[in-house]
């Protein structure tokens, strides 16, 4: 028993003599560094840069400045930043508010005296749409009345409809009529529906001698044609309207707009 424990003793003792001779190395180890290694480090450093040469750098590299830079998050929608469609300026399709001779003064003293006459034209430019607008005419079809389909254009529901007298209204455009033949011109009308969704604006313009008003579409529904009431929105609103749910074509999907202001003649 002696000699074994004696035996044991020596053997923790040669061991705990190796487990500091590998400390020992992994410390010195660690102050020793190659001249090469030195040298990078050195290199990954900042330049530290002062007064006018501090100045000049970042004046020639300014980039990460304009990322931050106000007017360019008011003209482009955050999902274009990482395409190159937000190197491109088109206030009409992004923010209509950098528009030079756009206003919203018209909100704070909005009245029918100010909205009075039948635009003549609407334009969207998200969707492309230019079309002139006319009245839609009431027509009698089997003894039962009702309103004449668009053709080629955009119809407006006649003020007296709607008990109304300014511009605010119902506009209503084919999708496509592929029988009749009267024309797409809201052909890409559903498109405004994903754009609200993923919080793309959509500007509407109506046109007229009197005015140019700017309305921003907020809200896209589709309802069955048996559902669809005829009713005035309201001064700040207004409704536009084509077909849906091909080839049926028995809805119709809605889109609503507000006004936000104007653009100054």
């Known amino acids: 028993m002696g000699t074994l424990s004696k035996n044991k003793l020596t053997f923790l003792s040669f061991l705990t003599g190796i487990v500091f001779l590998l400390i020992g190395g992994v410390l010195l180890s660690t102050n020793i560094i190659p001249g090469n290694v030195s040298n990078l480090l050195t290199a990954q450093k900042p330049v530290e840069k002062t007064g006018f040469e501090l100045q000049n750098f970042l004046n020639q590299n300014n980039i990460i400045d304009n990322y931050s830079y106000n007017s360019l998050i008011n003209v482009y929608h955050p999902k274009s930043w990482a395409s190159s469609r937000w190197l491109r300026l088109n206030y009409e399709l992004e923010n209509i508010q950098s528009h030079e001779k756009f206003s919203s003064e018209i909100l704070s003293n909005l009245s029918i005296g100010t ?151």
């Not at 609407?122 to 749409?129: A, D, G, K, L, M």
Request: glycine fraction near 8%.
């Open 115 to 265: 909205l009075s006459g039948t635009p003549t034209k609407i334009t969207i430019p998200y969707i492309e749409v230019d079309s002139k607008v006319e009245n839609l005419k009431v027509v009698s079809i089997n003894g039962v009345e009702s309103f004449d389909s668009p053709k080629n254009i955009i119809g407006r529901i006649p003020n007296e409809f709607i008990g109304s007298n300014n511009a605010t209204g119902w506009y209503f455009g084919h999708l496509e009529s592929p029988v009749k033949g009267e024309g797409n011109v809201f052909r890409e009308l559903p498109k405004i529906s994903d754009a609200i969704i993923t919080g793309d604006p959509v500007y509407i313009h109506l046109i007229s001698n009197n005015y140019h008003l700017v309305y921003e579409a907020f809200s896209s529904e589709e309802i069955h044609e048996d559902d669809l009431k005829i009713f005035n929105p309201g001064m700040k609103f207004i409704k536009l309207v084509t077909c849906s749910n091909r080839p049926f074509y028995d809805y119709r999907q809605i889109i609503t707009a507000i006004l936000v202001g104007e653009i100054k003649k």
